[in-house]
């Protein structure tokens, strides 16, 4: 109890680990950041000192931040993010669901991709590696960090409210919400991904699905040709570099 309940508006560790703990989970997705957000909701939930308004705005730039030196490691060093990141079937697959999906959606998957799993890693460090534009990049994860903080935290403290005596239940129901949630749009995204493959497929076999999922193999092709059958790269015209396919 005394670890939730340490973290308050009034104390400076709350501001860094709400910036700090998203920032670095873009390139180390083991680190909780959800987790931590939902906790600083629960930690708050009896507050309303304004400053929790603050507390929201740092995790949303900490996302933001996160994503950005997603987006640049892999504009500046594709080569290595691709070996480190993408590497293996599994990794290749990832990649391939990453660009396809990031060519058919644009900024609507960058807002987004952090809510499925594995999904914010694969798409922000393939915006850097394929030249995604620069501004429209910005402009989504300011808008993803913003939605993602003001989610956690809400979910949090509602958590907080209904279990004021017992801090830690509020957490554990809080975080079981998420993760419910979480596994439903991953739940309806398969759906939708099946119910594409069935209908590609009934039109004759014209070509091979596209798998929808960072995890899943594209019914009709081996896994290491995932993505080849992209007519052409994420380019936008505002980028005056040549874009590159994920390779």
């Given at each position: ?101 990031l060519e058919r959606f644009g900024m609507q998957l960058i807002v987004v ?135």
């Amino acid at each position: 109890m005394s670890a939730l309940t340490s973290l308050q508006v009034s104390s400076i560790i709350s501001y860094l680990i709400a910036i700090l703990i998203p920032a670095l989970d873009a390139v180390i997705p083991v680190l909780p950041s959800e987790t931590v957000i939902i906790a600083l909701g629960v930690a708050t939930a009896g507050s309303t000192d304004p400053r929790i308004a603050l507390l929201v705005a740092c995790a949303a730039l900490g996302a933001f931040l996160g994503d950005n030196l997603s987006y640049l490691l892999g504009r500046r060093f594709g080569p290595w993010v691709e070996r480190r990141f993408f590497r293996g079937e599994k990794g290749a697959r990832r990649r391939a669901w990453a660009e396809r999906s990031l060519e058919r959606f644009g900024m609507q998957l960058i807002v987004v991709c952090r809510f499925f799993p594995g999904g914010r890693t694969a798409v922000t460090l393939c915006c850097g590696i394929v030249g995604y534009s620069r501004r429209r990049f910005v402009a989504a994860t300011a808008a993803s960090g913003l939605i993602w903080a003001s989610y956690s935290f809400s979910i949090g403290r509602l958590g907080g409210k209904a279990f004021q005596d017992a801090p830690w239940a509020g957490f554990a129901v809080a975080f079981g919400v998420t993760v419910a949630l979480s596994g439903l749009v991953e739940l309806i995204r398969r759906v939708i991904s099946g119910r594409r493959r069935t209908a590609t497929s009934g039109r004759g076999h014209a070509g091979p699905a596209e798998a929808d999922d960072p995890g899943e193999r594209p019914s009709g092709g081996a896994s290491g040709e995932a993505g080849t059958n992209d007519s052409s790269p994420v380019h936008h015209a505002s980028d005056n570099s040549p874009a590159r396919t994920c390779r």
